[in-house]
């Protein structure tokens, strides 16, 4: 196993962890689970090519230079989400994860049939321009982003819609506009990761943002543990990595790498990490709720020791 084959997974794992980050916020902090987001990736990959495509490759190219293409990439997608969730996000439950769905492969099917963009047989030629350590560097600002979002006051508004919606209205907390806020930069974090993967591919087809990949952001997220950010890191490295270390069984291997999810997910229903994030803060605050459990269960043996003794 080579340097450049381990680079590859690396590189993959990191594009996923920035798609992954963004769902984190919508899914683990605001309760909205979504199905659509390789819509967003499709959207961001299709605008980052057609900034960054030379004209002489493709008569839809531009080509401007990749940070544009990121740019446009990430706005793109996160300007379609507001128009999307001004329409879906006053759904209620099962029925936001639908319309998200729909979107998802509405936007393949559309682009199936934009020619310009070469349709089903996909669009040749997008330059390679992901590097691992320009992913490394955007998965960090990522990270440092949307960990200080969360401890803002806007991000515990939003974990306070994901506690209890109703409750959080009525303390003032305008719920519309924060759900809009989680999906708009979950889709910007999307679209962002849609060019990258789309320069590393140098190869974009509708299929590669199919209901499948929506699927493995939303099993990476809970996997990872909801509401954790080091859980989204964990899952995403462990999640993307996994297929490629099973690869020796072959036709197998997709087989094994459901089992060992499944496995996981029953060992630890919470997710990998259950909310607790890896730092010293978080370390600190899952050991004293460790010892209050521990405590409360001692005290209930000995207040039921003490009911048998009395009998």
């Excluded at 531009?62 to 879906?88: D, E, K, N, Q």
């Excluded at 094994?256 to 919470?270: C, D, E, N, Q």
């Amino acid at each position: 196993m080579d340097w450049f084959y381990i680079q590859g997974i690396l590189m993959l794992a990191g594009i996923n962890l920035i798609a992954v980050l963004g769902l984190s916020l919508l899914t683990g902090f605001t309760g909205l689970f979504s199905f659509g987001h390789a819509g967003f990736m499709a959207i961001g990959a299709y605008l980052g090519a057609l900034m960054t495509v030379s004209p002489t490759t493709s008569p839809a190219g531009l080509g401007l230079p990749f940070a544009v293409g990121v740019i446009a990439g990430g706005a793109g997608a996160g300007i379609v989400s507001y128009f999307i969730g001004r329409i879906t996000l006053n759904l209620k439950g099962d029925y936001f994860c639908i319309a998200t769905l729909g979107f998802g492969e509405a936007i393949r099917l559309i682009l199936n049939n934009v020619q310009l963009f070469g349709g089903s047989r996909g669009w040749p030629g997008v330059p390679y321009k992901s590097t691992l350590p320009a992913i490394i560097i955007v998965d960090i600002l990522a990270v440092i982003f949307l960990a200080n979002l969360v401890r803002s006051r806007h991000g515990r508004n939003m974990i306070a819609v994901r506690e209890e919606e109703l409750a959080a209205q009525i303390a003032g907390v305008n719920v519309f506009k924060y759900k809009m806020i989680a999906l708009v930069v979950s889709a910007v974090y999307a679209g962002v990761a849609g060019v990258f993967f789309g320069h590393y591919m140098t190869f974009i087809q509708p299929k590669m943002f199919s209901m499948t990949k929506s699927t493995e952001l939303t099993i990476i997220v809970i996997f990872g543990g909801l509401g954790s950010i080091s859980g989204s890191v964990l899952g995403a490295l462990l999640l993307t990595a996994l297929p490629e270390i099973l690869r020796a069984f072959e036709i197998w291997r997709l087989v094994f790498y459901g089992a060992a999810v499944i496995l996981i997910m029953i060992s630890r229903p919470k997710g990998l990490m259950g909310g607790m994030e890896l730092t010293p803060a978080g370390i600190r605050k899952a050991r004293n709720e460790r010892k209050a459990r521990v405590q409360a269960l001692k005290e209930s043996k000995n207040s039921q020791n003490g009911e048998v003794g009395v009998g």
